[in-house]
């Protein structure tokens, strides 16, 4: 009698694991989420509402994600930024992506930097080089900045946006910041950028690109904004994100809004996740508001 009762409580407690399993399972990709933060310059007179959206990997949030396009434009952002990894290495093509970008920007301007993805993406199809993916995605509404910016005028404010998917330093024993070291078109790039009284966002999909070496001692960037490592794929209580890519375990540069250096970042966990050797859990896909605040006198 005792044996028959143990082996149901075994048996509820599996159900209930494998139910558990199952509900985080979903909740890490189907359960879209809205996370905000604000931003407070002296270099605004008027508030601005930017939506950062990452690391899709050709997930979708209903039929042609009208779920998630009803999300962004519940948000009725000023400008939407979109950065990198929205489509995989090995996707058929890039119709979800820009879907998505033909559908956002009818509602505010879409800025678009590549992502890993992206990059890998484009070199697969040999003969379908990062020109013609950027040109898919110009037609579709989307100014893409690879290694480029703009000064772009939102709600009678301007600012600075600017994309790049390389490192922001050379990769040398120290990771410099030597003109002499590193990139120089990456170089030039950045230092043209830095050169502005405008507030200013870089889109860099790594926050790689700016963490390691003397990158966020260096450059002169108001906001980071990044994605990529999905808020470390697998989010344990109390200890946050477990992976975090070339930071290995439990890494310091995450998620949210974070400090290095003179540098602010914020990293979002983004949307989806492609093939991994663990699938995310306790990792909800979010959409990522970002209120730029002037500050007060």
């Known amino acids: 009698?005792?044996?028959?009762?143990?082996?149901?409580?075994?048996?509820?407690?599996?159900?209930?694991?494998i139910a558990f399993v199952l509900f985080e399972l979903w909740y890490s990709y189907d359960y879209l989420t809205v996370t905000s933060y604000a931003f407070t310059t002296g270099k605004l007179t008027e508030p601005v509402?930017?939506?950062?959206?990452?690391?899709?990997?050709d997930h979708e949030f209903g039929r042609n994600n009208e779920r998630l396009i009803a999300a962004v434009q519940a948000q009725s952002p000023d400008v939407i930024l979109m950065v990198g990894d929205m489509l995989n290495r090995?996707?058929?093509?890039?119709?979800?992506?820009?879907?998505?970008v033909r559908a956002l920007s009818a509602n505010a301007p879409v800025y678009y930097a590549m992502g890993n993805h992206e990059?890998?993406?484009?070199?697969?199809?040999?003969?379908?080089?990062?020109?013609?993916?950027?040109?898919?995605?110009t037609q579709a509404g989307a100014t893409v900045l690879d290694r480029a910016y703009e000064d772009i005028a939102v709600r009678g404010q301007r600012l600075r946006i600017g994309?790049?998917?390389?490192?922001?330093?050379a990769l040398d024993m120290r990771n410099s910041t030597d003109p002499n070291r590193m990139n120089p078109e990456v170089y030039?790039?950045?230092?043209?950028?830095?050169?502005t009284e405008l507030l200013t966002l870089m889109l860099a999909h790594r926050p790689d690109s700016f963490i390691f070496g003397e990158a966020s001692a260096t450059w002169t960037i108001d906001l980071v904004i990044s994605g990529h490592l999905h808020g470390g794929q697998v989010v344990l209580p109390f200890l946050g994100g477990v992976w975090g890519g070339d930071q290995?375990?439990?890494?310091?540069?995450?998620?949210?809004?974070?400090?290095?250096?003179k540098l602010n970042l914020l990293i979002t966990s983004g949307l989806g996740s492609n093939v991994q050797k663990v699938p995310r859990f306790n990792n909800?896909?979010?959409?990522v508001v970002l209120n730029l605040v002037p500050a007060e006198d």
Request: aromatic share 14%; net charge negative.
């Open 1 to 17: 009698m005792k044996r028959k009762k143990g082996l149901r409580i075994a048996l509820c407690a599996l159900c209930l694991g």
């Open 248 to 261: 290995h375990f439990f890494p310091e540069y995450v998620y949210g809004m974070v400090e290095k250096d």
């Open 49 to 57: 509402r930017a939506v950062i959206l990452s690391d899709m990997h």
């Open 284 to 287: 909800p896909p979010e959409i």
């Open 188 to 195: 030039q790039f950045l230092t043209e950028f830095q050169d």
């Open 90 to 100: 090995d996707s058929a093509d890039e119709t979800k992506a820009a879907a998505l």
């Open 163 to 169: 994309g790049m998917y390389d490192y922001a330093f």
């Open 119 to 137: 990059n890998d993406y484009a070199f697969a199809q040999r003969d379908y080089w990062r020109e013609q993916l950027s040109a898919q995605l």
